[in-house]
């Protein structure tokens, strides 16, 4: 195993940054995060942001940078495009988008499309970490990828056929924060996974996906007329979004589900499959994405043909 720096691998999000000092083999020797997302950054310029967080861990001047997700954006650093699906994820690294005019080489991974007239979808960022899932946990057919944008994916070995995506995280900050539920739930605060009012919620919003918006205001009215606390209701208002989340993907209590995520979503979430019945495969989600970074500059310098870096 070396210990010597050989690549920065960065995914770089909407409302988040998160920087990986890899060696040749992988191994994490240093990491650095903050709340810079797309969002935060506009004022300041991603090469100024990029740049101070590469000072703070000493980075050598030589190594190069591959980045994932939102600064690949249209409204990103510079746009990197889809690859329409089916696609195969162990390809997209020889898709990427130099940065021009950096004095170090920077690539940026392109995204997936799915286009259809009728039900058109992206996802940035998600198609590294399906590369790393695939990887490390091989054979999986169905994924999900909670996050402010969730993702459910079909996979034919390294080729997804498929995916949707659906909103529950920001639903759930915009109906908890900015609507009348506000006065019901305080606002957005931690949801317990194992709360039963966040379990119940997950059944009903499984099962009953119609009655959705119903059971929203139910909340507010619960609250009125039985004093239900803030913290409860915010349990069932997360409870019944990742449900009828579930049900959009047509989850079966039968099947197993490769579960990529990390810490409060994974718990949250593998809770709510484990109460539909499914059988989860768990894959920390900065695992995956550190795997596929790695994957894809690998399959970018064999294709360039700088095979000076690993």
Not at 96 to 121: H, K
Not at 154 to 170: D, Q, R
Not at 191 to 208: E, S
Not at 284 to 306: K, N, P, Y
């Amino acid at each position: 195993m070396t210990t010597s720096p050989a690549l920065v691998a960065v995914d770089w999000g909407t409302t988040s940054f998160r920087l990986w000092l890899l060696s040749r083999d992988g191994t994490v020797l240093a990491e650095h995060r903050s709340q810079e997302g797309m969002s935060e950054v506009a004022a300041r310029g991603f090469e100024t942001v990029l740049k101070d967080h590469l000072q703070t861990l000493s980075v050598p001047s030589d190594l190069p940078v591959v980045i994932c997700g939102m600064a690949g954006s249209r409204q990103g650093w510079v746009e990197a495009g889809y690859i329409d699906t089916p696609a195969d994820v162990t390809t997209i690294g020889a898709s990427a988008t130099v940065v021009p005019d950096t004095a170090r080489q920077i690539i940026i991974i392109p995204g997936l499309a799915v286009r259809s007239e009728s039900e058109p979808d992206v996802m940035r960022g998600e198609e590294t970490q399906l590369l790393g899932a695939h990887l490390e946990m091989p054979g999986g057919e169905r994924y999900c990828m909670p996050g402010t944008h969730s993702k459910w994916v079909s996979m034919n070995g390294p080729t997804v056929t498929g995916f949707e995506t659906f909103m529950t995280g920001e639903l759930f900050s915009a109906l908890s924060g900015k609507t009348i539920l506000t006065h019901s739930t305080d606002g957005e605060g931690k949801v317990d996974a194992n709360d039963p009012a966040f379990l119940t919620g997950v059944r009903d919003g499984w099962a009953r996906p119609e009655k959705t918006t119903h059971h929203l205001f139910s909340i507010r009215a619960g609250q009125l007329l039985y004093n239900h606390p803030a913290d409860e209701n915010r349990a069932r208002l997360s409870g019944l979004l990742i449900g009828a989340e579930f049900a959009g993907a047509r989850v079966r209590g039968d099947e197993q589900i490769g579960l990529v995520a990390s810490g409060a979503l994974q718990r949250l979430y593998q809770a709510a499959l484990l109460a539909c019945g499914v059988k989860v495969r768990n894959l920390d989600a900065d695992v995956a994405v550190r795997r596929g970074l790695m994957e894809s500059w690998q399959r970018f310098a064999t294709t360039s043909g700088d095979r000076t870096h690993p």
